[in-house]
């Protein structure tokens, strides 16, 4: 028996506040998963719009002159893309081209364990992919390209949600539970 004893009114008050915090947290853990999850595809669908125009690029170079001029015409696809990192090397490893390369280094140092995967670098986060692709001269040469996407903004702003929204809930929770 308790100390105190507790009327029904109070029980069933206790009761809905206590249902009232299990649903709000549900809800809070079910939004952070459709904002993160929502994030995770507006960031892959840049990448992959990224890679594709660097892909077209490489396609294009089908002649010597055209290998010369890659740099310049990456340059100018690449000047307005400041969250964006990229290195294109040779199958011996050689870098023929690179943006933005020291972001990209615990890829290439390998302390990342997939180059489709997140990384940190100098307080910055990073989402990349590599792929393998032929550059279609006389005798193609294989180059991989690996595109890191600077993602920190989006970082930021899930850690902002995810405090206002826990704040709210918990403030929301203790409402109900003082009515």
């Not at 001029?69 to 090397?89: E, G, K, N, Q, W």
Request: aromatic letters at 8%.
């Amino acid at each position: 028996m308790s100390l105190y004893p507790r009327s029904l009114t109070a029980r069933l008050a206790t009761l809905y506040s206590l249902l009232v915090a299990i649903l709000l947290l549900l809800l809070g853990l079910w939004l952070e998963y459709l904002i993160r999850d929502h994030f995770d595809e507006i960031d892959h669908m840049e990448l992959t719009a990224k890679l594709n125009m660097i892909e077209n690029l490489l396609d294009r170079v089908d002649s010597p002159a055209a290998l010369n001029t890659l740099p310049r015409y990456l340059d100018d696809l690449l000047t307005s893309h400041a969250t964006l990192s990229v290195s294109i090397r040779d199958e011996a490893g050689q870098i023929l081209y690179a943006y933005q390369p020291d972001f990209l280094e615990p890829v290439k140092n390998g302390e990342v364990s997939s180059p489709s995967a997140r990384w940190s670098v100098a307080g910055h986060e990073f989402i990349g992919h590599e792929v393998q692709q032929l550059l279609p001269l006389a005798q193609p040469i294989p180059v991989r390209v690996l595109l890191g996407l600077d993602i920190t903004h989006h970082a930021h702003f899930l850690q902002d949600i995810r405090r206002y929204l826990w704040t709210g809930i918990a403030l929301a929770a203790l409402l109900t539970a003082l009515r």
